[in-house]
């Protein structure tokens, strides 16, 4: 047991120093991080500051607590959370002042609001600030203090710690997320093409069986929960965005532009066909199955075919987007021909492998297109 929780303090010490090494190098989603710590850090100091001197409060619990934690990470889910919390607390003050006045007794206050407070907790309009209903009726009855007066106090609080949160949110460097866009359509180039260069290898040493292509098809439906990333990146690109247009984005460091959403879309059709020639191979290596794979002479053209479209992918995940390459347009162009021959001639030689390598060399083709759209005409 002591083996293992000193490997485990091991292991996090290590993710707690990467992480330090990270906000060094430069930005990145480590520096983000601590970013946003420090200005909601800042929000509420500001907040205790302004709540003490201004409202003559010597505790100054509301204003600081709700500006910490309405520093969000996009100016808009600032905003959104601001107003869902505002309403939470001040329903959760009404309702804890109201019950008070009806039962006398704290206990029997609590009773009486809390219950319907948790259940309006779950109503959706709130998110996650339904919670903080039955928290502020608690605070409210704990405090002895339920008042007119004390009341006002308190919701007044809580809009000063809004309004401040929102504020240095959105005018101490704005959040803009869209490097996560540009690393999750990297990673997706790279995971494409780092696959596409495993079937070629396997392919063209043709040392691959059912359980190889197995793998390839797995490597592919992985590809899958890269789109997802992909995607909710540009939800959160667009979210904030939002709000953050103009004179505001002036405030905010590096650059205000991410790949068009069109790239989102090819390479969802990249690893679309990926998926479908790893399914192809699959079924070719089934020895259950009628269509099994090509000749070998046929097979090693197609892999260098794959080898080529995965340094294609490479090229973009390195910032090298692929462009005409005489080169490897010839070698492409070169490679189809054989390839076309092979397509003939197990065709008139009525071989059941026809349609495995039409099949393939279709998506071969798809690929190339969706990567270096000016080699359609090659």
Known sequence: MAVAGGWAVRREAEGVARAARAVRRGPGRERDLVVQSLKAAGAALLAWVVARNLLGD????????????????????????????????????????????????????????????????????????????????????????????????????????????????????PPVHLRDVRENLTALAREVGDLL???????????????????WSHAAARLERRRDGLRSARDWSRESLRLTAGPLRGLRRGPLDAPPETEDDRWSRVSA?????????????????????????????YARLLDLIGDACQDTASDRPPGPDPRREA????????????????????SPHTAVLGTLLLQAENLWAELVPAAQDA
């Open 58 to 173: 010597p505790m100054a619990l509301m204003a600081p607590w709700v500006a910490l934690v309405l520093v969000q990470a996009t100016v808009f889910g600032s905003l959104r959370q601001a107003g869902q919390q505002c309403t939470a607390i001040c329903a959760g003050t009404l309702c804890a002042s109201g019950a008070q006045a009806v039962t006398g007794d704290p206990l029997g206050a609590l009773a009486l609001s809390v219950p319907p407070l948790m259940l309006l907790a779950n109503w959706p309009r709130f998110g996650d600030q339904g919670v903080y209903a039955a928290t502020t009726a608690v605070f409210t009855l704990a405090s002895g203090t339920v008042s007119s007066s004390a009341v006002g106090h308190r919701l007044g609080q809580t809009l000063l710690g809004a309004v401040i949160g929102v504020a240095v949110n959105a005018l101490v460097l």
């Open 197 to 215: 260069h495993a079937v070629a290898a396997g392919l063209r040493d043709g040392e691959w069986d059912a359980t190889t292509a197995a793998e």
């Open 331 to 350: 070698e492409m162009a070169e490679l189809r021909g054989v390839l076309y021959d092979s397509l003939r001639e197990h065709a008139g030689d009525g």
């Open 273 to 301: 066909h990926v998926t479908a020639l790893t399914r192809t191979l699959a079924v070719a290596a089934d020895g259950d199955r009628t269509p099994g794979p090509p000749h070998a002479a046929a097979l090693r053209a």
